[in-house]
Nanobody, 127 residues
């Protein structure tokens, strides 16, 4: 089992920045795909960013088109954390943000590819 705990959400004005952090514990694995998703009431969970392992200490980062160039995902396998730096925030970025972990090789965009989820952290961007 892997436990994930998100932190760093809050209220910010449009154009501002927030940094989300996800702390992993338990049976962590540096080859796991780590992802960030977001969800608003009445909508399905939406892919935001993911980092996937492709050998040794190398990882790819993937982003949804809506956040590309504004968000950056990073991971620290020593601290077992995955961060999401969010810059130039927009009102439409308002959502509950979730951290997720899953075995490598799956479709990182699909929520069903992930085995473990955090409880989420709320991000609210005001105009």
């Amino acid at each position: 089992q892997v436990q994930l705990v998100e932190s760093g959400g809050g209220l910010v004005q449009a154009g501002g920045s927030l940094r989300l952090s996800c702390a992993a514990s338990g049976r962590t694995d540096s080859t796991y795909t780590m992802g960030w998703f977001r969800q608003t009431p009445g909508k399905e969970r939406e892919f935001v960013a993911a980092t996937t392992w492709f050998g040794l200490n190398s990882y790819y980062a993937y982003y949804a088109d809506s956040v590309k160039g504004r968000f950056t995902i990073s991971r620290d396998n020593v601290k077992n954390t995955v961060d999401l730096q969010m810059n130039s925030l927009k009102v439409e970025d308002t959502a509950n943000y979730y951290c997720a972990a899953g075995q490598r090789g799956r479709n990182y965009i699909e929520p069903t590819s992930y085995d473990y989820w955090g409880q989420g952290t709320q991000v609210t961007v005001s105009s």
